[in-house]
């Protein structure tokens, strides 16, 4: 069956430095991959996506990779700030219908 | 991004009751409806689709009889849950879509809490 994966320990970091969180996916070949910003209660709020024939996408501070070859996508945020501090999901397309299938999420906590 | 609203943002019931959660997309028309929900550390799972003027699809597992969806309009759409019990205290999420593009927006959600 299809499985998405993210690190289920929290990420704990340093104010300044680079988070780097990951995402892997098994019996999977999706079009595009999506990352999600989610805070306690809230909805997720839609950061960034990128397409199976695109290696690398930025916005801002933030940066995503995604190899088709692995089965993975990274995604970067440079110089972190304490507001980064929040659970960040990886999200799939299911199929041409738009249905997403979610990882689990990796909660970050950057440090003043 | 796309504006989206839910009411309530949260509710407590009883068991037994039902509850209606309402989905608004406030800039666009949303020609599909995906709810999703979310149980205490655990990722977003899709209950049901739904296009405007016709009937939901639901995923495996999620009872239609239970979870009614009306998708009357195109930027409003409704989850009842009927005769609501304690297993169904989650986190409810809609996410509209009608924009081109393929970046999906989500509402704030709704806590349910059933007693």
């Known amino acids: 069956s299809q499985k998405i994966e993210q690190n289920s320990e929290a990420l704990n970091i340093q104010e300044g430095k680079t988070a780097t969180l990951t995402c892997n996916y098994t019996n999977y070949s999706p079009a595009y991959l999506q990352w999600y910003r989610q805070d306690p209660g809230r909805g997720p709020v839609f950061l960034l996506l990128i397409r199976e024939n695109e290696k690398e996408k930025r916005k801002e501070r933030l940066k995503v990779t995604f190899d088709t070859t692995l089965k993975q996508s990274l995604f970067h945020i440079t110089a972190s700030q304490p507001a980064d501090s929040a659970t960040y999901l990886c999200a799939l397309s299911r199929d041409s219908s738009y249905k997403l299938i979610f990882g689990s999420g990796t909660r970050l906590l950057v440090r003043p | 991004g796309a504006v989206v609203s839910q009411h309530p943002s949260w509710v407590i019931c009883k068991s037994g009751t039902s509850v209606k959660i309402e989905c608004r997309s406030l800039d666009f028309q949303a020609t599909t409806m995906f709810w999703y929900r979310q149980f205490p550390k655990q990722s977003l799972m899709l209950m049901a689709t739904s296009n405007e003027g016709s009937k939901a699809t639901y995923e495996q597992g999620v009872e239609k009889d239970k979870f009614l969806i009306n998708h009357a309009s195109l930027t409003l759409s409704t989850l009842t849950v009927t005769s609501a019990h304690p297993e169904d205290s989650s986190f409810y999420i809609c996410?509209?879509?009608?924009?081109?593009?393929?970046?999906?927006?989500f509402g704030p959600g709704t806590r349910l809490t059933v007693l």
């Open positions: 996410s509209p879509r009608g924009l081109a593009g393929n970046e999906q927006f």
